[in-house]
């Protein structure tokens, strides 16, 4: 696997001194940064984190694996030479497990990462000595240091977890996870000069046209990937689909610019049952539309304003505001 290369930038926000991190989207290297409480900054197209010796560090640890730090613009020649300690290494069978039972790469790079941090803060103990209280204890004062939340806190319950039930066979810790559909934050809409920065940094005329009807005829996941070739018609500008439990038929218009990035997109692709297709030519999965627009609006810079039935909510922080 090739390692992708991260720029660490000087950053400053309320008088405070930052490490601003700039790298091209990739989701593994972008759930390492949440996992280490880096906040979006979105004027500057990066992450950023409090600048210290402790977090270089930390970064140095968490993309060991998979990234090359430049970070001569904050006068380290070489970050990972200046490194005073041996990098944790994860067990080898653990990244084997992985691999076995069918996970991606880019999971297997994230639990990897969020799995080192875990063994580098228990170095002067057994893992298998570990009590539940010690694990609990470990969670929270991650959760609450670095103010992560809803995936974060997922993956990295779910990364300990798999040492404990896969390697050692021991029961999964039972660790009360804060329920994102119970947050009580508001969705937000997309708005159509939103959308349109989205869409134009967006090269993929099919995911184009997965964004423009998800956001402009305000169909939801589910409903999108369900489509059939037939449900659009072109000519009439509608789309057939159903709503509610009682999967109520009901007819939406479709828009002038989405039947246009429709038919080039249909044109091209030419699927045969599903609107959508996988590469097998399968139902388009819900989970590959929200990387579609996690990566449009990283792009686009609006990462922060996105509803959390499109995608999960993110962690940012705003200059000047």
Known sequence: MEKKRITVLPHQ????????????????LVSIARSLGCRWVVEENGWAIYRSRENLKALIRAFADISIFDTSKIGIIDAEEDYDERIT?????????LIRKGYSEETVQVYKSLFREF?????????????????????????????????????????INFYYTGILKRRALAYPLVKRENS??????????????????????????VMSLLYGSDLQRDQLVKLEKEDVDLDKMTIRTTTGEEKKPVTLKLEEDSRELLGQYL???????????????DQYSKSSIVSVVRRATYKAGIDEKIPKSKRE???EMRSGS
């Open 13 to 28: 926000f309320n008088n405070n001194d930052y490490f601003l991190l700039k790298f091209n989207y990739e989701e593994s």
């Open 89 to 97: 290494l994860v067990p080898e069978s653990y990244a084997q497990l």
């Open 119 to 159: 063994i580098h803060h228990f170095k002067d103990k057994k893992l298998k000595d570990l009590k539940r209280e010690d694990l609990v204890s470990y969670i929270e004062n991650q959760v609450s240091g670095k103010k992560i939340s809803g995936k974060s806190e997922e993956q990295l319950v779910d990364a």
């Open 184 to 209: 009580g934050r508001s969705q937000r809409k997309i708005s159509r000069k939103e959308l349109v920065r989205m869409l134009d940094a967006t090269p993929n005329v099919k995911h184009k046209a």
């Open 267 to 281: 044109k091209i692709y030419k699927p045969d049952k599903w609107l959508f297709e996988g590469v097998k030519g």
């Open 313 to 315: 909510p993110e962690n």
